[in-house]
């Protein structure tokens, strides 16, 4: 998730010059192009001055918009065959598969001259990413069942995506200036066979005995008409628009309504990582000493999201705008944090404990936002305006927090249905079952 997040991002500070030297204009200083992050709380700009095409340049605006679209719209289009996929065959498979196709998507960017290949390379990540991610998630809720364990490892995988967010930008604009524009990649596409060869040693394909014996996960239609994971997934969408939106587009509306420099705007998003790991720890706490109340955590979240996507408009300077930032991160934090562990419970008492389709639902509700943002955010702020933008969104959050009061008896039931009390009180009605049960005594 963390490599992931890093290939996402890396390319933020790199791509725009990679276009324009591609059609002979050279890299010059202009406005921010838009981006995106797949995941939480991460900065967006490298912190060195970005070298843009020129504001004229808008076919290249388009162009570097659809390029960073592209990854989540196919990761859209493959999760519900990927979902379907490790519901079948396990985690350790399709992860190691996506481990594989995000090697080849970073080694296609490095040696990339042109735009289809950028945009094949791009695409390839996003197929690479929709087992990769899906399966990652899914085996942590496997392999931890109980909590507050499955809290405090979703907990840990969130925050390696904002950190991966947050590191990227300067690491690739560092390595671009330094050391040329194939070196980022390169050093990507090593940490990412090293690991690939590490999930071979810690967790090989089909070296599980249980996952031999693993029940027929629920389709993903069903799940998807489950009404309490349609509540879930419809929050983490909603939670995501904000960032997606305003990634692409804040950058333009900081130097046209306070003059903001490069370095300012470098900066926008970097304070926000820690707020984001703060909601994190927070949720997690709270999830430990009060489990039933996993609902609440995240409408809070929700209303925190809407209210801070509401201020950014009002901000005049660089140091306001951090603060609604830190707001908004804060806020997605408490959300994902209290309803990825949710989504892996809800399979568990309502349908079959596989949980490759209900986290490839999950991404699908990421990429939904992710796909749109850097298309869709500029004309929004081109025809409405950049704070009817932000008032939308925030309306957005705070109507949907009392929605998730929907799951809030669902939550409760927590303590009595958990898989682990079913087994031991009940003992084991088949292999798959008896060998779970030894696993967790082992």
Not at 376 to 392: C, R, S, Y
Request: aromatic content about 10%.
């Amino acid at each position: 998730l963390l490599l992931d997040n890093m290939l996402y991002m890396v390319i933020v500070p790199i791509i725009p010059d990679y276009i324009a030297a591609m059609r002979g204009g050279g890299g010059t200083a202009g406005p921010s192009a838009p981006a995106g992050s797949n995941g939480s709380g991460g900065g967006n700009r490298s912190l060195l001055p970005a070298r843009y095409p020129p504001a004229s340049g808008g076919n290249e605006d388009v162009q570097i918009g659809v390029l960073f679209a592209s990854k989540a719209m196919l990761q859209l289009l493959v999760n519900p065959l990927s979902g379907t996929l490790i519901d079948r065959v396990g985690y350790e498979a399709p992860l190691l598969a996506g481990l594989a196709v995000m090697f080849l998507s970073t080694a296609t960017f490095a040696f990339a001259e042109n735009y289809a290949t950028l945009f094949a390379a791009r695409s390839l990540q996003g197929l690479g990413s929709a087992f990769a991610d899906t399966a990652g998630i899914a085996l942590i809720a496997d392999r931890y069942p109980e909590e507050p364990a499955r809290s405090r490892a979703l907990g840990t995988a969130l925050a390696c995506i904002s950190f991966g967010s947050l590191a990227a930008p300067p690491f690739g604009g560092v390595l671009y200036e330094f050391a040329g524009k194939r070196v980022p990649f390169l050093v990507l596409a090593c940490v990412c066979l090293l690991d690939g060869l590490l999930l071979l040693v810690l967790a090989p394909p089909g070296g599980t005995g249980a996952r031999a014996n693993m029940p027929v996960g629920t389709p993903i239609h069903r799940l998807m008409i489950d009404p309490y994971i349609a509540v879930v997934a419809g929050a983490l969408a909603t939670c995501n628009i904000p960032l997606a939106f305003l990634e692409p587009t804040i950058a333009n509306w900081m130097k046209d309504s306070m003059g903001a420099s490069e370095w300012e705007v470098g900066l926008t998003w970097l304070p926000a990582f820690f707020p984001h790991v703060l909601g994190v720890y927070v949720t997690v706490r709270l999830a430990a000493a009060y489990p039933h109340l996993q609902w609440f955590y995240g409408a809070l979240g929700m209303a925190i999201i809407g209210a801070s996507s509401c201020l950014v408009p009002a901000c005049r300077n660089f140091g306001q705008v951090i603060i609604p930032l830190c707001g908004i991160c804060f806020g997605i934090a408490l959300v994902d944090t209290a309803l990825l562990p949710t989504l892996a419970f809800l399979v568990d008492v309502r349908h079959v404990s596989v949980y490759g389709s209900v986290y490839a639902i999950a991404d699908i509700s990421y990429s939904v936002a992710y796909a749109l943002g850097p298309i869709v955010a500029g004309q929004i702020v081109h025809t409405m305006g950049f704070a009817q933008l932000n008032l939308g969104m925030g309306l957005a959050n705070v109507l949907y927090a009392p929605v998730l009061l929907f799951l809030k008896n669902v939550c409760q039931m927590k303590p009595s249905h958990s898989e682990r009390n079913i087994l031991l009180e009940e003992g084991p009605k088949g292999l798959y079952d008896t060998i779970k049960m030894e696993e967790r005594k082992g």
